[in-house]
């Protein structure tokens, strides 16, 4: 059963800590993201990759930054965390293009207090 | 930019009855791709339909058929024959035909199914 796997499903946090959310995806996909997802605003996009080592900004970059090293692996990392950070993060895989569809993980609820 | 509205923040309905879930979006793409994902409690996000802008029939999956009006923008999820676990969140998303763009969401519709 193809995958992409959270590290993570509950993390609570202090404010000010550096915090690694890590994804990994076992389909040799080329594109990574990571959104975020609040009540009432839907998932909006921070990051995506299409290739190691590349990275485009989403939506909400601010307080974000991301790292793919290697083609199955997506960082997202919060340089100092901040109340506001608190929310769940999903991230997704697709083939280039992404026409098929996205593959998602389960969540990470985070917790920043 | 794309925008994707769905207009129904809940709905609910009875078991074993239809519903239709509300989805416009705005863009001046001639080609492109529409989903419906599902978010049930368990947080996964799931892959229910998917329609390509240049099929004029309207995509169906089991239960699940859509009403794409590509004049009026608009692409509606009918569930019919509900069920207790298609309780969960729908999100509509639009993506660009063209390139390597990522996937824009609507906030979702949190449906509820009642026995």
């Known amino acids: 059963d193809v995958k992409v796997t959270q590290s993570s499903r509950y993390l609570v946090k202090r404010t000010g800590e550096k915090v690694f959310l890590e994804c990994v995806q076992d389909m040799d996909h080329e594109n990574m993201f990571w959104y975020r997802q609040d009540p009432g605003l839907g998932l909006r996009l921070i990051y995506f990759s299409y290739d190691v080592k590349m990275k485009e900004k989403g939506d909400i970059p601010e307080g974000y930054s991301v790292s793919r090293e290697k083609k199955e692996r997506f960082s997202l990392i919060l340089e100092s965390a901040s109340t506001n950070q608190t929310s769940m993060y999903l991230c997704?895989?697709?083939?280039w293009g992404g026409g098929d569809g996205y593959t998602f993980g389960s969540g990470t609820r985070l917790t920043v207090v | 930019a794309q925008t994707v509205t769905q207009s129904q923040p809940e709905m609910s309905v009875q078991e074993a009855e239809t519903v239709t879930l509300s989805c416009t979006y705005d863009?001046?793409?001639?080609?492109?791709?529409l989903f419906w994902y599902k978010q049930p409690p368990s947080r996964q996000m799931i892959l229910v339909i998917r329609q390509e802008a240049y099929k004029q029939q309207n995509a169906t999956e089991n239960r699940f058929s859509v009403n794409f009006q590509k004049a009026a923008k608009s692409f509606s999820l009918k569930i019919s024959d509900s069920q207790l676990g298609d309780t969960a969140m729908y999100f509509c998303a639009f993506m660009k035909l063209t390139g390597n763009t990522p996937l824009v969401f609507g906030k979702g519709t949190r449906l509820s199914v009642i026995a």
């Open positions: 997704a895989s697709s083939f």
């Open positions: 863009t001046s793409e001639s080609n492109y791709y």
